[in-house]
């Protein structure tokens, strides 16, 4: 006897298949009319076509004409911070630049001097609407970094911060330690390098407090040399490894990742043919973030380039107050189609099975037997309307292992 029958859907629409999807297998999607969906222990016991379901069920939910897709899986945010970028926003609305707010100190430098004020209590309440909002437009599965604590000491506060918040929503929260910029003079630099090496690394692997390291290689942060001994200290400790690359200068960081076998590289707003091609032979996820774009006004990364070379590509949110404040998941889905060229079934792919394997997960992003029961009631019969809408939430359920969400 299966616990729960969802039933009367008008269409479940899904990747399928192991693993990471690349290029032209991104647009292959399962599309089953006038479907049922049977949920057992918080896993997918049954799917198909309503009318061939012959089990039983302890309850039936009719969905009402609804459509059904994965939960979104969300690989790339930085949910916990303290103050805001307001000024920064201003400054740049009359012709500042990103990266010169951050040199001069200020941006990236201005979150890290309000976040390390705050105990990981304090960060954790910070964080937890932003989390519920992911949530509430469709992410079922969100990574989160740490990276505005600098020091040893508020890293830490900030990954327990994450810990704590896993114990309050029912989304799989991933935390990702990353190592976000340094020091401008090199000997403090080395020694800071030094620190993360010797000490934050092992200590965070020592606790579990994360699965991977991520590194901000850029001319206003980490040089490829030094995040290639940052990763190889992540490496050794048994963490996985992700960069923030390509995203104003091509700094090497790109060819990095895919070398040091990455679960992803992020960003790639600057990102050649070249090395869209180098990617798309990698098993490396290539992760683009369309609201960065849109907020800074960059160029979009060439999300269709990198499809139509062979890769697997991810799409996130980047949620952080200074190049991305987009509280939505499938906003980021619906902004991919507009700015980085995709279509509205590689978006899901994006958005669901690659985003996972950017996350090193194979049992979400996929709604087939086995896999976990993290799904989206949409409030249309047709499942495109999730990439279409803008600035109204089409996800109407969000279920986590077989659980509606509140919403
Ligand atoms: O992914 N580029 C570096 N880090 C973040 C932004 C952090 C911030 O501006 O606060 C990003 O864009
Ligand atoms: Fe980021």
Redesign the pocket.
């Given at each position: 006897m299966n616990e729960l029958l969802l039933a009367g859907i008008s269409q479940v629409v899904t990747p399928f298949g192991v693993g990471p999807k690349r290029g032209a297998a991104m647009r292959q999607l399962r599309i089953v009319p006038e479907a049922a969906v049977a949920v057992d222990a918080g896993v997918i016991s049954w799917i198909g076509p309503e009318r061939e379901w012959s089990g039983s069920a302890e309850s039936v939910i009719d969905l009402g004409r609804r459509a059904v897709v994965p939960g979104l899986v969300d690989p790339?945010t930085?949910a916990v911070?303290a103050g805001d970028?307001l000024a920064?926003f201003e400054a740049r609305s009359t012709g500042a630049t990103?990266e010169e707010i951050?040199a001069a100190g200020g941006?990236?430098w201005h979150?890290i001097r309000e976040t390390t004020e705050k105990s990981s209590e304090e960060m954790a309440t910070l964080a937890l609407p932003r989390i519920e909002a992911l949530q509430r437009s469709g992410a079922t599965t969100i990574e989160v970094k740490s990276?505005?604590g600098y020091t040893l000491e508020a890293e830490m506060r900030m990954l327990e911060a994450i810990r704590l918040l896993q114990g309050r929503t029912q989304s799989r929260l991933v935390p990702t330690l990353?190592i976000?910029?340094c020091p401008e003079r090199p000997t403090e630099r080395q020694a800071y390098r030094e620190m993360v090496c010797n000490e934050l690394i092992p200590e965070v692997a020592r606790r579990r407090l994360a699965s991977a390291v991520d590194i901000?290689v850029?001319h206003h942060?980490w040089s490829s040399e030094d995040a290639r001994i940052v990763l190889a200290c992540a490496q050794a400790a048994g963490l996985r490894i992700k960069l923030?690359t390509e995203?104003f200068q091509q700094v090497g960081g790109l060819e990095l990742g895919v070398e040091m076998g990455a679960l992803s590289v992020?960003?790639l707003e600057v990102c050649s043919l070249e090395q869209c091609e180098l990617v798309a032979r990698s098993k490396t996820i290539a992760t683009i973030?369309p609201g960065?774009s849109l907020h800074?006004g960059l160029a979009a990364a060439p999300g269709r380039k990198l499809i139509d070379a062979g890769a697997a590509v991810a799409i996130g949110t980047?949620l952080?107050?200074?190049?991305?404040p987009l509280f939505s998941t499938a906003a980021a889905m619906g902004l991919a189609v507009r700015l980085n060229g995709l279509t509205a079934p590689e978006a899901l792919t994006a958005c669901t099975v690659n985003a996972a394997a950017a996350l090193g997960l194979a049992s979400v992003g996929r709604l087939e037997v086995g896999m976990q029961a993290d799904l989206l009631v949409l409030e249309s019969a047709d499942w495109r309307d999730l990439s279409y809408t803008l600035g109204q939430n089409m996800v109407c359920e969000v279920w986590v292992a077989g659980r509606k969400q509140a919403a």
């Open positions: 790339h930085h911070w970028r920064d990103y951050l941006g990236i979150t990276g505005y990353l976000h910029i901000f850029e942060a923030h995203q992020d960003h973030l960065v800074l980047d952080n107050p200074g190049s991305s």
